[in-house]
Nanobody
Framework: QVHLVESGGGLVQAGGSLRLSCAAS????????LGWFRQAPGKEREFIAR????????YLADFVKGRFTISRDNAKNMSYLHMNSLRPEDTAVYYC????????????????WGQGTQVTVSS
């Protein structure tokens, strides 16, 4: 069983940066993919990025390319979402998720979720 805990959210002005962290525990993650999603009030959960734990291969949604990056630290069992040039429309609850043999970006491919961390971007 994988357990995920996000941290690093908060209030930031437009144009600012935040780094979200996801601490993973519970088992070996070598075959897992870690993903980041977000959900704004009244909207569906939205895929942001994923990273394959074994080889670090990443995939980002088009709308964050050039602004967000995803990384992981195998030694610390941590994944990070680095967010730059934040906009008010980036305001949402951000979730870390884990899945086995993830091929796409649908939330259903990820079977373990953290509790989420709020990111609020003021204009």
């Amino acid at each position: 069983q994988v357990h995920l805990v996000e941290s690093g959210g908060g209030l930031v002005q437009a144009g600012g940066s935040l780094r979200l962290s996801c601490a993973a525990s519970g088992r070996s993650f070598s075959t897992y993919t870690l993903g980041w999603f977000r959900q704004a009030p009244g909207k569906e959960r939205e895929f942001i990025a994923r990273i394959t734990w074994s080889d670090g291969k990443t995939y980002l949604a088009d709308f964050v390319k050039g602004r967000f990056t995803i990384s992981r630290d195998n030694a610390k069992n941590m994944s990070y979402l680095h967010m730059n040039s934040l906009r008010p429309e980036d305001t949402a609850v951000y979730y870390c998720a884990a899945g086995w043999r993830v091929l796409g970006s649908h939330p259903n491919e990820f079977n373990t979720w953290g509790q989420g961390t709020q990111v609020t971007v003021s204009s």
